[in-house]
Antibody, heavy 121, light 106 residues
Framework: EVQLLESGGGLVQPGGSLRLSCAASGFTFDTYAMTWVRQAPGEGLEWVSSISISGDNTFYADSVKGRFTISRDNSKSTLYLQMNSLRAEDTAVYYC??????????????WGQGTLVIVSS | DIQMTQSPSTLSASVGDRVTITCRASQSISIWLAWYQQKPGKAPKLLIYKASNLESGVPSRFSGSGSGTEFTLTISSLQPEDFATYYCQQHLGPLVFGQGTRLEIK
């Protein structure tokens, strides 16, 4: 059974940093592209960032480009999202998601339970 | 970026009804569209990919159609567990989700 377990969320002040992790199990992690999607309270889904299987290629939404960095450690089956210069509008539940096809097909058949990030003073 | 517009934003229906949700793209995305279901406090669940492919384990009452700029998700006979929010997502270029359609009990 595929499992994705996010961690690292919490309360952080504007301008601060946070690192999210997503521990994967139940599938061969190093054969699937991975993605972060977020959802602000009461709002819809927003794509944040994606990473290729090897980690060589990364992609970002304009809203986070230059502030967030996605990475992965295939030896640990773990996906990361380093978030710097956080803003109030980054407040959201952050989900990690597994690409259904392996290479970056960009639709997601498995999702974590989410981790809540609150940016507030 | 390609924008996605879902309609309606809210849909009231009864168990047994046939319902259709529409998603329109601001430019052609061929068949590169997925549909998700999300229940409160839960992660989204993939229902349909590449416009009309039913995800494994998803009941056959769900179907997707369309290509280019107009797409539909149809539920042929609503069941109590289908009341949720539905999102379309284009997967051509920078990913974009529709704003969601809340399906509520009439």
């Amino acid at each position: 059974e595929v499992q994705l377990l996010e961690s690292g969320g919490g309360l952080v002040q504007p301008g601060g940093s946070l690192r999210l992790s997503c521990a994967a199990s139940g599938f061969t992690f190093d054969t699937y592209a991975m993605t972060w999607v977020r959802q602000a309270p009461g709002e819809g889904l927003e794509w944040v960032s994606s990473i290729s299987i090897s980690g060589d290629n990364t992609f970002y939404a304009d809203s986070v480009k230059g502030r967030f960095t996605i990475s992965r450690d295939n030896s640990k089956s773990t996906l990361y999202l380093q978030m710097n210069s956080l803003r109030a509008e980054d407040t959201a539940v952050y989900y990690c998601a597994k690409d259904k096809e392996g290479v970056r097909a960009d639709y997601f058949d498995s999702w974590g339970q989410g981790t809540l990030v609150i940016v507030s003073s | 970026d390609i924008q996605m517009t879902q309609s309606p934003s809210t849909l009231s229906a009864s168990v047994g009804d046939r319902v259709t949700i529409t998603c329109r793209a601001s430019q052609s995305i061929s068949i590169w569209l997925a549909w998700y279901q999300q229940k409160p406090g839960k992660a989204p669940k993939l229902l349909i990919y590449k416009a009309s492919n039913l995800e494994s384990g998803v009941p056959s009452r769900f179907s997707g159609s369309g290509s280019g700029t107009e797409f539909t998700l149809t539920i042929s006979s609503l069941q109590p567990e289908d009341f949720a929010t539905y999102y379309c997502q284009q997967h051509l270029g920078p990913l974009v989700f529709g704003q969601g359609t809340r399906l509520e009990i009439k």
